[in-house]
């Protein structure tokens, strides 16, 4: 079978998370969901995404096998993969009205709106669902927990020094190359998952479950709260509780990180903090950008929501539930509004356009730091994201 993660309408109800990368490229637990596919299904998959990410996201079509076009915002489990292969041509898996999988065959279509020709059963595989930016964080306990035992099935891990003091050390794994030294680990609370030539530093206190992902580092004497999950390639240090850090972003000082989730390519700056909790102790609400206005999230404690790119300078202040686009960039004193449009630059004391120039010269130089190239695929995406995001900077 040919396997495709398609984005749904609901892909929107999670920019901007999702205005840089598919549904599926989204990180929760240890893997990101299409990692989670691929490993599960012993598979390379595609995507079926927006337009202007399909040159990065290519979708790939079979004309010689069926095609099964997976709903890319829901995480696999044993019981859905199960339900998956026994799909036939015309028939498709279904969740309280909302299509998970489907068998299209060779047809090179899929409406979400299936017509009467499709068979549809109902799964009964209670599989874990990111429809929200705030899932990535809230799910991601159950998430971390699955993940873990996927990865290290059969496997043993590295040895810990001596010089740390460990509990629960059935529960950590460590990956090979990785560093661990005279740092306090607790995984009688969850599972802590140490990637490949990750490191944690001397002084660093962590309470699982945490994904410390391949080439990432917790600076000396961070504190971290679980669930918490640090992508490849970023630095972390000061104080993390239940967060998701995507990937290759640096969050390198003192100051609070907490029920938050940043993008990659961003960079908090020293002694920056955000508030998870209001003083009235509320239901916090987030903007959305499919209704252009701010929705309940159901949760008392909710922090800040950082698209790729985005920046703050030292000392900055974010209110609970501050929604931050792409390739923003804010400093100064004071509390910057709780939504902050894409290419913002600026603070409290008010907002300019960043102009494309501008910030594609600084993207080019973090690309270079980590050894990647700034291509024009990259640019393009971000040009368009410029585009469609303008409205909300006037």
């Known amino acids: 079978m040919n396997y495709i993660l398609f984005d749904d309408v609901n892909s929107n109800n999670l920019l901007p998370l999702t205005f840089t990368r598919p549904v599926a490229d989204l990180r929760i637990g240890i893997l990101t969901i299409r990692e989670k596919w691929e490993k599960m299904l012993d598979v390379k998959t595609s995507s079926r995404t927006k337009e202007y990410l399909s040159k990065k996201y290519p979708l790939e079509f079979a004309i010689d096998t069926d095609n099964v076009w997976i709903n890319g915002g829901v995480c696999p489990n044993e019981k859905l993969i199960e339900e998956l292969k ?33 068979i549809r059963f109902e799964s009964h595989a209670q599989a874990l669902r990111v429809e929200h930016p705030w ?15 996927l990865i290290t099935a059969g496997r043993k891990s590295l040895a810990l020094s001596a010089t740390n ?53 917790l600076k ?17 240090g000061g104080e993390v509780n239940n ?22 390519w961003c960079n908090i700056g020293a002694d ?25 999230t159901g949760l008392t404690f909710c922090g800040l929501i950082m698209g790729d790119h985005s920046k703050c300078g030292i000392n900055t202040m974010f209110n609970t539930g501050t929604v931050v686009g792409v390739n923003a960039n804010i400093f100064g004193s004071g509390f910057p509004r709780n939504f902050v ?39 393009e995406i971000l040009t368009h994201v410029f585009e469609l995001t303008e409205k909300y900077r006037k």
């Open 86 to 118: 026994t799909l036939e041509p015309y028939q498709a898996l279904m969740s309280m009205g909302h299509v998970l999988a489907v068998n299209t065959g060779d047809q090179r279509f899929l409406s979400e709106e299936l017509n009467e020709d499709f």
């Open 135 to 149: 899932d990535l964080f809230s799910k991601n306990g159950e998430a971390i927990k699955a993940d873990f035992d």
């Open 165 to 217: 003091q460990i509990m629960g050390v059935e529960n950590i794994f460590v990956e090979e190359g990785a560093k661990v030294e005279c740092a306090i680990l607790n995984a009688t609370t969850g599972p802590i998952y140490i990637g490949k030539d990750a490191e944690i530093m001397e002084g660093s206190i962590v309470r699982g479950p945490l994904a410390l992902c391949e080439h990432s580092a």
């Open 220 to 236: 000396l004497g961070a504190k971290i709260y679980g669930p918490t999950t640090i992508g490849p390639h970023s630095k972390v």
């Open 243 to 264: 967060s998701v850090i995507i990937g290759y972003s640096n969050k390198g000082h003192d100051g609070f990180l907490g029920n938050s989730v940043l993008g990659e």
């Open 272 to 296: 920056s903090n955000n508030s998870n909790l209001k003083n009235n102790y509320a239901e916090v609400k987030l903007w959305n950008y499919t209704k252009e206005r701010f929705v309940p």
């Open 341 to 379: 449009p894409s290419f913002s630059w600026g603070g409290a004391a008010g907002f300019t356009t960043y102009k494309t120039k501008d910030a594609f010269e600084v993207a080019a130089r973090v690309f270079e730091r980590r050894g990647m190239i700034f291509n024009e695929t990259e640019q």
